[in-house]
């Protein structure tokens, strides 16, 4: 009689993983329409580049900074239902924003929509290895592509919908933020009746073979390389559209589309990147992700419309595999701290993004948007440090 609900127990859920992955699109898709509209909020409102940094910032750091905190009182205390509560957050921000009259209340909405973003993501990584049944790296894929997709359909509709019917227009994402409330809710059900027993019987690894030393800095190096990874990144989300605009006199739209392609390749990259270090190993993974991008980005800042398109997809896709590896390799050195790890890495992501595009945009302002992508062209070369990272078989408590 219990050796079905055993096995049940330790069977992948694909259903829950696909419902978390439609949250997270729906999130970052919300996420997404911030950076999308920032030329709509520069010409309204009459912001330097710098400005335009500091909303990312303000956006990033409420959701970096709650992060690991959310994820440390959740491994001690799970709260399922604050996915959905959380999403609450994101659609006042969203409605605050729409109808923002001066630069102080879109920094405020653009703090709420952090906000909501900062509870979702340690809560829904934790869920995302709950459904794993052990596939861990697949499970962080399902989960971070479902964000990807969002964040290259944010931009591609705000192409569409706010440049055509301006601020106003992203009241209407508050539809898809109603929508995130409702599906997270129901997520939230599954975790409180299914994926609470889960973890009790699903421990996996729970102590590797390293020191303690050994587990610091290997930490430390992960979050260089997530460093590398996210202001590159930020580069490239915060300022690309005004890149082909000022380079090569895109329209608007024009360059949101190519946004979109580039987010796009973001995506499948996210998606092969963790079944790739289920199968060879992750350290590898990780190695050739960061690394392997760096003769693209080295020729980026030169090339033409044509191959700045093709140049920017393959270094999307190349440096998306990274991350998924990147968070199952950190929870596999530090096990039962699920909650914090991916509070720590999801919310440094942000972090990182916002901080970076802070300085990125004062140095734009200071110099040129091609002399910045000049500049971030060399971050992967921090990828070498994953030769310092260990190769560990984690133990399996029984």
Not at 100 to 126: C, D, K, Q, T, W
Not at 151 to 174: E, I, K, M, T
Request: some cysteine.
């Amino acid at each position: 009689m219990t050796q079905p609900a055993a096995s049940k127990i330790h069977d992948t859920s694909f259903a829950v993983l696909l419902a978390i992955g439609a949250g997270h699109m729906l999130n970052d898709m919300m996420q997404a329409v911030l950076p999308a509209i920032y030329p709509t909020l520069q010409e309204q409102f009459h912001l330097s580049f710098a400005q335009i940094g500091l909303i990312t910032l303000a956006s990033q750091c409420t959701a970096s900074l709650l992060q690991p905190a959310v994820g440390y009182v959740s491994d001690l205390k799970p709260m399922p239902y604050s996915l959905a509560a959380g999403m609450v957050a994101t659609l006042v921000g969203l409605v605050l924003l729409s109808v923002a009259g001066n630069y102080p209340v879109v920094l405020i909405a653009s703090m709420l929509i952090g906000v909501g973003s900062s509870v979702f993501h340690p809560e829904s990584s934790r869920v995302a290895r709950m459904a794993s049944g052990g596939r861990y790296g697949l499970a962080q894929s399902l989960f971070q592509v479902g964000g990807n997709v969002g964040s290259a359909l944010g931009p591609l509709s705000a192409a569409f919908l706010v440049a055509a019917y301006g601020q106003r227009a992203v009241a209407w994402y508050g539809v898809l933020a109603l929508l995130a409330i409702i599906l997270l809710f129901k997520v939230g059900t599954w975790y409180k009746h299914h994926g609470l027993a889960r973890i009790k019987h699903h421990h996996g690894e729970r102590l590797s073979s390293l020191s303690k030393t050994k587990i610091v800095w290997s930490l430390v190096i992960l979050l260089a390389l997530v460093f590398s990874k996210f202001v590159y990144l930020s580069s490239v989300g915060s300022y690309y559209t005004f890149y082909l605009i000022d380079r090569f006199g895109l329209s608007v739209q024009a360059a949101q589309i190519h946004l979109f392609f580039f987010l796009g390749a973001v995506a499948l990259g996210t998606l092969l990147g963790g079944p790739l270090g289920d199968r060879i190993g992750r350290k590898y993974v990780i190695w050739f992700s960061i690394l392997g991008m760096l003769p693209f980005t080295l020729m980026l800042p030169y090339a033409n419309l044509f191959w700045t398109g093709v140049l920017s997809v393959i270094i999307g896709m190349v440096l998306a595999s990274a991350f998924p590896a990147i968070v199952v390799y950190a929870q596999e050195l530090l096990p039962g701290r699920v909650g914090m790890i991916s509070g720590l890495f999801f919310g440094l992501s942000f972090g990182l993004s916002g901080i970076g595009a802070a300085v990125l945009g004062a140095l734009a302002d200071h110099t040129s948007i091609t002399y910045v992508y000049q500049v971030c062209s060399y971050l992967p070369a921090i990828g070498l440090l994953a030769v310092f990272l260990p190769s560990f078989k984690a133990k399996k408590k029984i």
